[in-house]
Structure formats: structure tokens, C-alpha cells
């Protein structure tokens, strides 16, 4: 149920742009993203519909492609505040189920 | 507003002993669920509810018991602890499908 992230760790310089891909093998529903730092709860990035929409978030932008269940998260001009693990979050149509992949550690560098 | 509320943040136990996490919110969402965090494990589902009277189970329910009285809180039992339940546990509530899921500060247990 859980779904697939890669890469699992990435590190960028400070402007460099990185892409964050998300997977599953259920049809979903939605699929959000989180951004989580070291001994917080995760923080709400933003959310797709099912649809195949792209959304923005300042420099953050998203896409969900419904056919191929896969969702990419897109970080552009990167700063050292994007530092953190960012999780996708799927709900799968079946039922009210919310499951998370295992997370991408992004570490942004001076 | 409280938004959701987790207690206690810290928590030691020795092995078979048994307490409860609480878990309430005060934004009338109907689905409520519990992650335990583990390095390198992600965020994984435990329990869930859609509704007072209504749970189910998520990806790793054994060891936990949920029950789901009210709207507003959802609390977590640990029966017998053992070490491998030593994690970070989220409550996390949803309006609904489609809605942004609202977390709980963490609850970080360790037993020995």
C-alpha cells in the first residue's frame, strides 16, 4: 500500500533545481506532499486531485499523472530553508486510506 | 484554535507495560489515523476511523488497539509494549477525501 519514492536522498546546491517522483500501485485519489524537519511534524506542501493537474507553491510546483499513478515534486532555485524530508502522502479510491512513501532527504548546500 | 492535540510528547516503558497515547481534534474532522515513524521507514499507517463508532486497520495495526467514541478523539493502546514499538507516533486528522491532513506535534515513545 505504501507508496515508492525516489530518490531516496538528495543533495543540491543552493539555486540547483531537484525533482522528487512518488509512485503507486493503486488507483488514487489525491496525492499531497510534506515536508518534514528534523523533530517536527510534517508540514502540508500541497494537495492533487486526481485529474492530472499541476499545481504551484512559490518555487515548489507539482504534477499528478492519474493513468500512471505517479505524482513528481518539483523544487526549482533551490534555497537552504527547502532542506528537510519531503513525503507523498496518497489516498487510494477504495476507502478513506491515507498511506505515505518512505521519504526523500533533501539537504540544500551552500 | 488547538488544531491536533497529542499527549504525552515523551514516554518511557518497559516491556509489558501498557499505556495510552491521546489523540484529539477540534476541527470536527471525521477521519482520524495514527502513524509511527521509524528512520528510513517513512510515515506508516497503523489505524484509522472515518467516523465515531468506525475504525479499521492500516499497514501495521499489531500490538495497537483504537477505539473511536467521539468525533474528537481517537487515542491509541499499547497492550503489552515491547521494544520494537520504541518509534515516533502521529495522530493526524482529515476532513475529508481530498482535504489536507492535519498532524499532531508527535509523541516520542521508547521502551525498554
Known amino acids: 500500500q505504501q507508496p515508492v519514492q525516489s530518490p531516496q536522498a538528495v543533495i543540491l546546491r543552493e539555486g540547483e533545481d531537484a525533482v522528487i517522483n512518488c509512485s503507486s500501485s493503486?488507483?488514487?485519489?489525491?496525492v499531497h506532499w510534506y515536508r518534514q524537519k528534523h523533530g517536527e511534524a510534517p508540514v502540508f506542501l500541497m494537495i492533487l486531485l486526481k485529474g492530472g493537474e499541476q499545481k504551484g507553491h512559490d518555487k515548489i510546483s507539482a504534477s499528478f499523472n492519474e493513468k500512471k499513478q505517479q505524482s513528481s515534486l518539483y523544487l526549482t532555485a533551490s534555497q537552504l530553508s527547502y532542506s528537510g524530508t519531503y513525503f507523498c502522502?496518497?489516498?487510494?479510491?477504495?476507502?478513506?486510506?491515507?498511506?505515505f512513501g518512505t521519504g526523500t532527504s533533501l539537504t540544500v548546500i551552500p | 484554535n488547538a488544531g491536533v492535540t497529542q499527549t504525552p510528547k515523551f514516554q518511557v516503558l518497559k516491556t509489558g507495560q501498557s499505556m495510552t497515547l491521546q489523540c484529539a481534534q477540534d476541527?470536527?474532522?471525521?477521519?482520524m489515523s495514527w502513524y509511527r515513524q521509524d528512520p528510513g521507514m517513512g510515515l506508516r499507517l497503523i489505524h484509522y476511523?472515518?467516523?465515531?463508532?468506525?475504525?479499521d486497520q492500516g499497514e501495521v495495526p499489531n500490538g495497537y488497539n483504537v477505539s473511536r467514541s467521539t468525533t474528537e478523539d481517537f487515542p491509541l493502546r499499547l497492550l503489552s509494549a515491547a521494544p520494537s514499538q520504541t518509534s515516533v507516533y502521529f495522530c493526524a486528522s482529515i476532513q475529508r477525501l481530498g482535504g489536507e491532513l492535519f498532524f499532531g506535534e508527535g509523541s516520542r515513545l521508547t521502551v525498554l
Open positions: 476511523s472515518v467516523g465515531a463508532g468506525i475504525t
Open positions: 476541527m470536527n474532522h471525521e477521519y
Open positions: 502522502g496518497t489516498e487510494v479510491n477504495t476507502g478513506n486510506q491515507f498511506y
Open positions: 493503486k488507483a488514487l485519489y489525491s
